[in-house]
């Protein structure tokens, strides 16, 4: 890792990142799947033209200012997974993105498929189902309706999706890939029985993508693979040799059994779900654990015994949540055998509407 620059910072390990992206991308390919990666993980535009020259059939954005900088980026294959509720100001902002991408979003009602319609006549749209999450999205019983809705206000219907972010916890991801596919099966088939398009059925998540075959999912949408996470790492769903991304700290403060380190929730994000064992973790340390979390500041425990590290030391820590974490970056500081390589601008920071 770098250390004459000055902390924190993110810090991108392309060798790692360079595997994870290969193993993703030919695992979809060996199951006969489609592999649109969700670019709000990464949201760089260098990392995503290496997922389409892997193999990958498009993006998933998460807003409509995501796509923007996507398509500024020369992406043009672009899926926005999301309930879009074209508002006036947006309204011109999507009908310049059908323009000049192949541009597909999610409706989950009559009413946001009406409104779409009049905002973006001819758009393609997948309807979202509920699998288990219970955010948005549909019951999968009324996805035939709610496409036939779609398919009057003048939008093209192209399929169904869902998310199974209930796979987030413990030991949930084999019921919550079930879950899913069970949601869209009878979504499409719900579809298919009103005598519209259910070619595209998409679903997926990074903990979930091991369990997901073809049948009748055809596309699958992880994100956070890219990276990895202290979450996945508890979940067991990664290990310590697929985390491509650390926060770069520094050691500012020492007590009997602690540091405290400079990277708070400002960098590392505030995620924490009720299960996971602290507010981030340390590769070198496993052991360790964040305890508390200040803007600027994080408390490191170490077990009794541990040496603890000196002041100036350069600690690694892994955000609980990559996706919260490059979100607050400007930019990726790019390593490879420890050695700096590259910046890559976090290009899509910030793009939340």
């Not at 695992?27 to 260098?46: D, N």
């Amino acid at each position: 890792m770098p250390v004459d620059l000055p902390t924190p910072f993110l810090c991108v390990d392309v060798d790692v990142l360079e595997a994870n992206l290969r193993a993703m991308a030919a695992g979809a390919a060996a199951r006969g799947l489609a592999l649109r990666p969700h670019a709000k993980t990464h949201k760089c535009v260098r990392i995503a033209r290496r997922q389409m020259a892997l193999g990958a059939k498009g993006l998933t954005v998460a807003t409509v200012r995501e796509a923007e900088v996507f398509a500024d980026g020369g992406l043009d294959d672009l899926f926005i997974a999301y309930p879009v509720w074209p508002s006036p100001q947006q309204t011109a902002r999507l009908r310049a993105l059908a323009r000049r991408v192949a541009l597909r979003a999610g409706v989950d009602s009559a009413e946001s498929a009406a409104a779409l319609g009049r905002a973006v006549p001819g758009l393609e749209v997948l309807v979202e189902v509920d699998s288990g999450h219970h955010r948005s999205g549909a019951e999968p019983g009324r996805a035939g309706e709610i496409a036939v809705a779609a398919q009057a206000a003048g939008l093209r219907v192209r399929g169904v999706f869902t998310f199974p972010g209930h796979a987030y916890g413990p030991q949930r991801q084999r019921s919550a890939q079930e879950d899913e596919s069970t949601a869209l099966a009878t979504a499409a088939a719900s579809v298919a029985a009103a005598g519209l398009d259910a070619g595209v059925v998409s679903g997926g998540s990074t903990p979930t993508a091991a369990l997901t075959t073809a049948g009748p999912i055809t596309e699958m949408r992880p994100g956070l693979y890219v990276f990895g996470d202290a979450q996945q790492i508890e979940l067991g769903t990664a290990d310590w040799s697929q985390i491509a991304m650390t926060v770069a700290s520094t050691v500012v403060s020492r007590r009997a059994d602690r540091v405290i380190v400079d990277a708070g929730s400002k960098i590392l994000g505030a995620d924490r779900q009720p299960w996971a064992t602290g507010h981030g973790r340390l590769p070198d340390h496993p052991d360790a654990r964040i305890v508390a979390l200040s803007e600027h500041h994080a408390t490191v425990t170490l077990p009794d015994g541990t040496p603890l590290p000196a002041l100036g030391d350069t600690l690694q820590i892994v955000p609980n949540h990559a996706c919260a974490a490059v979100n607050l970056a400007d930019e990726l500081i790019v390593v490879s055998g420890g050695e700096l390589v590259d910046r890559w601008p976090v290009d899509a920071r910030g793009a939340n509407t």
